[in-house]
């Protein structure tokens, strides 16, 4: 079931679980790319989060040393040619971002902005196109993943789906799904893997052998809220129709969402996040 309609954001609401009893519980760093763009708000929904055994320290990455010491990462939303920008001006930082991006047991999750930086290579398209620069690169965190920049429209266009997303907690329970000068899936094209849908089955399981290469499919817009294609002569290729309302998708340890979690009062894909992607549960 969806719905959807102009933007508003939802008041916080807290996922809480009981806390099991351990004389040890394991601690996890996770950093929050600040750059630019909205990283606060990641870092205080990470903190909101009571997974048992488990004490979460979020904290804001602006050097190599500080993303060292970090276990996972989230990209988050903001101004990919900006944070792209700040990461090559930032002594150290690029190469490191780079290497922990691309490294399949670290677990990362980009969010709108973060997603386009999530893309292969050569796999980003659309907004300003300025004379003599290059095309924007991705930092290659899915394989096969080409993304097109604010395909969704302006900034006055921006809106809300209700949606179930069968892989989170209380899964009947619509996610508010923000939608803010988003990026598209432009196609998935992995060359070593397959895609599984798992927007309509709560019981399908991915085999463990197949859990770091297989691209999760996680929630999908319905046809009457996907953007129309961008265009199919750009130095992508010819986009794919199917692709362009998927909005959550996972391969192993890497998550991407076109929308902003954070801003929605829900802690749940973050809880999903830790527990699937950081911390392997």
């Not at 939608?179 to 397959?194: C, D, E, G, M, N």
Request: with cysteine.
């Amino acid at each position: 079931m969806i719905s959807y309609h102009h933007l508003t954001l939802a008041t916080s609401t807290t996922m809480t679980l009981p806390m099991a009893s351990s004389s040890k519980p394991r601690r996890v760093i996770i950093g929050v790319l600040a750059l630019q763009g909205a990283f606060i708000e990641h870092i205080h929904y990470l903190e909101r989060l009571r997974i048992p055994n488990t004490v979460i320290r979020a904290i804001p990455i602006r050097t190599a040393d500080q993303l060292e010491s970090c276990e996972a990462l989230i990209i988050p939303g903001g101004e990919s040619t900006v944070i792209q920008s700040v990461a090559e001006r930032t002594e150290g930082l690029l190469p490191i971002l780079l290497d922990f991006v691309r490294n399949p047991q670290r677990a990362v999750w980009g969010t709108c902005a973060g997603m386009i930086l999530m893309a292969e290579e050569d796999g980003i398209g659309g907004g300003k196109v300025i004379k003599g620069r290059p095309p924007q690169k991705g930092w290659g965190g899915i394989e096969g993943l080409k993304v097109w920049r604010n395909l969704y429209g302006t900034q006055l266009e921006s809106f809300e789906a209700h949606m179930e997303i069968p892989a989170l907690s209380q899964p009947t329970k619509p996610f508010n799904c923000i939608f803010i000068r988003a990026p598209a899936v432009h196609s998935l094209q992995p060359k070593s893997t397959s895609v599984a849908d798992l927007t309509q089955d709560l019981h399908h399981t991915i085999a463990p052998t197949e859990t770091s290469t297989t691209i999760e499919v996680l929630a999908t817009l319905p046809s009457e809220c996907t953007p129309p294609p961008p265009p199919q002569d750009s130095h992508l290729g010819p986009s794919n129709h199917e692709d362009l309302g998927k909005v959550m998708i996972r391969q192993g340890s890497k998550l991407v969402t076109s929308f902003h979690p954070e801003l929605s009062g829900d802690t749940r894909i973050h809880q999903y996040w830790v527990e699937k992607c950081v911390l392997g549960m």
